[in-house]
Each structure stands twice: as structure tokens, then as C-alpha cells.
């Protein structure tokens, strides 16, 4: 990953009247970054993408972009983006080529025939180039959708929610395309979504919003390695236990306690060694359980605010 920043967002507020959409929001994203932007539905992610585009005011807060304010750089910033926004619209009624060629020359860009058939080459569409588009499948549209934000050769691409409504093949002909986009294109791509194992299985780095606000940011690696666990003891004089840790090296393990468990961020080899900690000590472990902590976390806020 290079350390360049492509997206520098710092305290980026959005308000509706009384409706605080996205509140004190900072994003940070790197050239080569494929970024997972995540939460459960009406987290406040499409509102932070409109304002990354340019497409509403911020209420407070700033956005740079390629190292510039899109508020006074906007028309040289979006020359270099490229953008899905919830799902993307034609001209039904024209052919896919046709209105590549029409899109393609409102944003300026390169419409030759080798240009338009190069890029539905690329999103798998160069053999239904000339059907119209309102034979085409929800999948076929959404392709169709990132080959228009392709048209004009974007630095940065900003996809929300690409996979909303696909069946499983449909979601995985997306993520290869997201790969291909970032690993042989060097495109730096800026993913919306509310699935987790989608954003799991392509991105590098991830932040998680709820209610307009971010909640955890790193990589995937850090985030959902297998070997970083949530864990949760069940023991008994819970308060003896809490005195006992608190004075060991365990303590700064330890993320949360109850009146019944102490609950540890962990490697997946710490847990018996911890459990043997508690038995050498007389204490008794009546359960232990472990949770893959992001994922235990994101389903509690989705649950939270499914709306």
C-alpha cells in the first residue's frame, strides 16, 4: 500500500434538521486501498458518499481529495473519480454500447469504438453490446453501471453498495471485478456495503460506522484474523476473579465485565492458557466463549439499527 492519502475526511458532519446523519466522521484512505466503508443499512454511508461527491454540503467538517478540498477543487477532483451511487441509470431503451457513448461524452472522455468495447470487455458485457439495456439483468446492469464510472479512466473509484440485489453468482462476478480493478489497474477503490463477509473477502482496509459515526478502523487483518478472538469466562466469585486479573498481566487483556463473565480480547493460543489460569487459582471456569470480535460486534449494531 502506498502512503499516499486519496481520501482525507476530518469531522465531517451532516445534519437534516434534527436528524444528525453523520456526526464527527474522520476516513482516511490510501492510494492502492481497497476500502471497506461498513454498516448496517441507514448508518449514514450514502450521505457520507454524497458528500464526497460533491452532490450535498457538509454541515461542518472538511473532504480532501487527492490532497485538495473538493469545496474549491471540485471539477479537477471529480475529473479523476469515477462513482456509483445507489444503482445506476440508462437509457433503457438504447443499447449498452450506445449509451456508454453518450455517458462517455458527457464526462468528456475517450468514446471510440476500441475505448466503449474495451471497457464491456472488461466488465463482461462486450457480447451484449448492442441489446438494449432494459433486457439486461439487475447483475448486467450493475456492471454496465461501473463500466460507466470506468469510461473516463478514474484514479479513485467509489462504489455504493455494487452488489445490493444480486444473487450469489452476480455478488461474485462483482468482487472479482473489484479485485481486477485494484490489483492490474492500480485503482483505488472506496467500497459501501452492509455485508460484512463481502467486504471481508476484497478489501484491505475497513472502517465501520453506526449512526453516523465511526466505530472501529484498521485493516482486515486485524480486524478479522482468525487468531484474535473475543472471548468470553464464565466463572465463578466473579469478584475475587476481577481483583486477581486486575493485579496480573491479563488486565490488559480484559475489554469488559459483568456481574457473571469476564470477557478478554485474545490469540486463539491464549485461551487455555488463561483458562489455566483461572483453575491453578481455584477458581471454576463454567464457560468459555469465543467470538470472532468484529463480526460479533457488527451484528450487534446491525441488529441495533436494521432499518
Known amino acids: 500500500m502506498d502512503s499516499e492519502q486519496i481520501i482525507e475526511v476530518r469531522g465531517l458532519t451532516k445534519k437534516f434538521k434534527n436528524i ?3 456526526n464527527n466522521l474522520d476516513l482516511n484512505v490510501y492510494r492502492g486501498d481497497v476500502f471497506g466503508f ?7 454511508k450514502s450521505t457520507t458518499i454524497r458528500m464526497l461527491l460533491s452532490l450535498i454540503k457538509p454541515t461542518s467538517g472538511s473532504i480532501k481529495i487527492f490532497g485538495k478540498s473538493i469545496k474549491e477543487n471540485r471539477e479537477e477532483i471529480l475529473r479523476k473519480v469515477g462513482a456509483i451511487v445507489e444503482k445506476p441509470d440508462f ?8 449509451n456508454l457513448e453518450i455517458l462517455g461524452k458527457l464526462s468528456g472522455a475517450d468514446t471510440s469504438k476500441k475505448k466503449i468495447m474495451e471497457m464491456l470487455e472488461l466488465v463482461g458485457l462486450s457480447k451484449r453490446a448492442g441489446s438494449k439495456v432494459k433486457t439486461y439483468s439487475h447483475g448486467m446492469k450493475q456492471r454496465l453501471g461501473i463500466a460507466q464510472a470506468l469510461i473516463h479512466d478514474p484514479e479513485l473509484i467509489i462504489l455504493d453498495e455494487p452488489t445490493t440485489g444480486l444473487d450469489p453468482q452476480g455478488m461474485k462476478e462483482i468482487r472479482d471485478l473489484i479485485l481486477y480493478l485494484s490489483r492490474s489497474k492500480n485503482k483505488t477503490i472506496f467500497l459501501s456495503s452492509h455485508i460484512l463477509r463481502e467486504v471481508e473477502l476484497i478489501t484491505s482496509r475497513m472502517i465501520i460506522i453506526n449512526n453516523g459515526s465511526a466505530q472501529v478502523e484498521g485493516t482486515v487483518d486485524e480486524l478479522l484474523s482468525v487468531d484474535k478472538l473475543s472471548v468470553t469466562f464464565e466463572v465463578d466469585k466473579i469478584e475475587n476473579a476481577k481483583m486477581i486479573i486486575s493485579e496480573s498481566d491479563w488486565r490488559v487483556k480484559l475489554s469488559s465485565s459483568t456481574n457473571r463473565e469476564l470477557t478478554f480480547e485474545l490469540m486463539k493460543n491464549e485461551i487455555a492458557v488463561l483458562n489455566k489460569f483461572f483453575i491453578e487459582r481455584g477458581f471454576s471456569v463454567s464457560a468459555v466463549v469465543p467470538v470472532r470480535s468484529l463480526e460479533d460486534y457488527f451484528l450487534k449494531i446491525t441488529e441495533g439499527n436494521g432499518k
Do not use: E, F
Open 91 to 98: 437509457y433503457l431503451y438504447l443499447s449498452a454500447y450506445k
Open 38 to 44: 461498513l454498516g448496517p443499512n441507514g448508518a449514514g
Open 20 to 22: 444528525v446523519a453523520v
